[in-house]
């Protein structure tokens, strides 16, 4: 079989670390195990164009492995090219750079490694909250460039005790956010999603469900988006729903970032609608040089917490992805039923609805 796999360069980096696994360098570590089984394996992190390696290959590929922190944007169109293709696996968690519907028509299965990335997202949430809160880059700034003026910085840091923080998606990462953010004595925390928790969950930390989304944005001091991109969360955070918020809120976005409107978000943090916007997905990956969250500033400085996409890829992260790629093409190859936590599609049928309500 031909298996074509979509991944980042490393460079020096990678070939300094090999814990680097989702790597075109280290190739998640299965090379020579695919080799061994006879399979073609082709890596690259050439995406974009007809004249792409990913276009080029997608035409005969029988599996394609791709990844959020440089996914291969599988379209509708792709998807008809690619005659041979049967499987579709996600290095990590979130799968909307496949067009789901595309591949249910055409009956390819789209697998993703579910959990691998909680624990990383979830403490990433928590570290852009208190950045963004406490004003952190303010004081970075000044630090690095040879400045000290306190009253700058401390004129925008506060405490997130006595806070409401609230999640939009309450699932393994959303709550494991609430989780941590029990330990800072917040006024309140609360959850927006259409699947409400069981009770003891909400008894364990303290949460509470809000069912209509502007009186959740109302409520809330910080706003942090753990939910998956689909047709009914893209743009969900645009111009209006942003003016929901409470005026010097902060919003944290380590989902997807078309679920955020780039030209809202750009415009309330220029304006000091908000008090800062952080994460590190972009409405597209890579995101270009010229793209607005890169430099959007507050009119009294900071408010800027946006990286690039890395909060699920740290190395801890990329063993556990790793190895849940090797076990899915495992599963391929033997005929062997899939995870059922991990499929996302199969057989022409929706297998989950963390894509939505269907």
């Given at each position: 079989?031909k298996?074509?796999?979509?991944?980042?360069?490393?460079?020096?980096?990678?070939?300094?670390?090999p814990?680097?696994?989702?790597?075109?360098?280290?190739?998640?570590?299965?090379?020579?195990?695919?080799?061994?089984?006879?399979?073609?394996?082709?890596?690259s992190?050439?995406?974009?164009?007809?004249?792409?390696?990913?276009?080029?290959?997608?035409?005969?590929?029988?599996?394609?492995?791709?990844?959020?922190?440089?996914?291969?944007?599988?379209?509708?169109d792709?998807?008809?090219?690619?005659?041979?293709l049967k499987?579709?696996?996600?290095a990590?968690?979130?799968?909307?750079?496949?067009?789901?519907n595309?591949?249910n028509?055409?009956?390819?299965?789209?697998?993703?490694?579910?959990?691998?990335?909680v624990?990383?997202?979830a403490?990433?949430?928590?570290m852009?909250?208190?950045t963004l809160?406490?004003?952190?880059?303010?004081?970075?700034?000044?630090?690095?460039?040879?400045?000290?003026q306190?009253?700058?910085?401390?004129?925008?840091?506060?405490d997130?005790?006595?806070?409401?923080?609230?999640?939009?998606?309450a699932?393994?990462?959303g709550?494991?956010?609430?989780?941590?953010?029990?330990?800072?004595?917040?006024?309140?925390?609360?959850?927006?999603?259409?699947?409400?928790?069981?009770?003891d969950?909400?008894?364990?930390?303290?949460?509470?469900?809000?069912?209509?989304?502007k009186?959740?944005?109302?409520?809330?001091d910080?706003?942090?988006?753990?939910c998956?991109?689909?047709?009914?969360?893209?743009?969900?955070l645009?111009?209006?729903?942003?003016?929901?918020?409470?005026?010097g809120?902060?919003?944290?976005n380590?989902?997807?970032?078309?679920?955020?409107?780039?030209e809202?978000?750009?415009?309330?943090?220029?304006?000091?609608?908000?008090?800062?916007?952080?994460?590190?997905?972009?409405?597209h990956?890579?995101?270009?040089?010229?793209?607005?969250?890169?430099?959007?500033?507050?009119?009294?400085?900071?408010?800027?917490?946006?990286?690039?996409?890395?909060?699920?890829?740290?190395?801890d992260?990329?063993?556990?992805?790793?190895?849940?790629?090797?076990?899915?093409?495992?599963?391929?190859?033997?005929?062997?039923?899939?995870?059922?936590?991990?499929?996302?599609?199969?057989?022409?049928?929706?297998?989950?609805?963390?894509?939505?309500?269907?």
């Amino acid at each position: 079989m031909k298996i074509l796999s979509i991944l980042y360069d490393g460079g020096d980096a990678a070939r300094a670390e090999p814990a680097l696994l989702g790597t075109t360098e280290n190739k998640l570590g299965l090379e020579s195990w695919l080799q061994e089984l006879g399979h073609e394996f082709v890596v690259s992190s050439s995406k974009e164009g007809p004249d792409s390696v990913f276009q080029k290959h997608i035409v005969d590929a029988d599996v394609l492995i791709t990844t959020p922190f440089h996914p291969g944007y599988l379209t509708a169109d792709l998807i008809k090219k690619a005659k041979n293709l049967k499987l579709a696996v996600t290095a990590g968690v979130g799968s909307d750079h496949i067009d789901l519907n595309a591949a249910n028509e055409h009956k390819i299965t789209v697998a993703e490694v579910s959990g691998s990335n909680v624990v990383s997202v979830a403490e990433h949430v928590v570290m852009t909250i208190l950045t963004l809160v406490r004003n952190y880059d303010t004081g970075h700034q000044q630090a690095i460039t040879g400045n000290w003026q306190v009253s700058n910085i401390a004129r925008k840091a506060f405490d997130l005790e006595n806070k409401v923080v609230g999640t939009i998606g309450a699932g393994r990462i959303g709550y494991r956010v609430l989780q941590r953010l029990k330990a800072f004595d917040c006024k309140e925390l609360l959850y927006y999603d259409y699947n409400p928790l069981s009770k003891d969950l909400e008894d364990a930390v303290g949460c509470k469900r809000i069912t209509d989304l502007k009186e959740f944005l109302g409520k809330c001091d910080v706003v942090t988006v753990n939910c998956p991109l689909h047709e009914q969360t893209r743009g969900l955070l645009n111009s209006e729903t942003i003016g929901y918020m409470k005026k010097g809120a902060w919003l944290v976005n380590t989902a997807r970032g078309a679920i955020c409107d780039r030209e809202a978000v750009r415009e309330a943090v220029s304006s000091g609608v908000l008090s800062g916007y952080g994460g590190d997905t972009w409405d597209h990956q890579p995101a270009p040089q010229d793209h607005s969250w890169r430099y959007m500033v507050h009119p009294l400085g900071g408010g800027n917490c946006m990286v690039p996409h890395y909060s699920g890829t740290t190395l801890d992260a990329q063993a556990r992805y790793a190895k849940g790629v090797r076990q899915i093409l495992e599963n391929f190859f033997e005929n062997k039923p899939q995870d059922p936590a991990n499929v996302i599609v199969e057989g022409g049928k929706y297998a989950t609805k963390a894509y939505g309500q269907r």
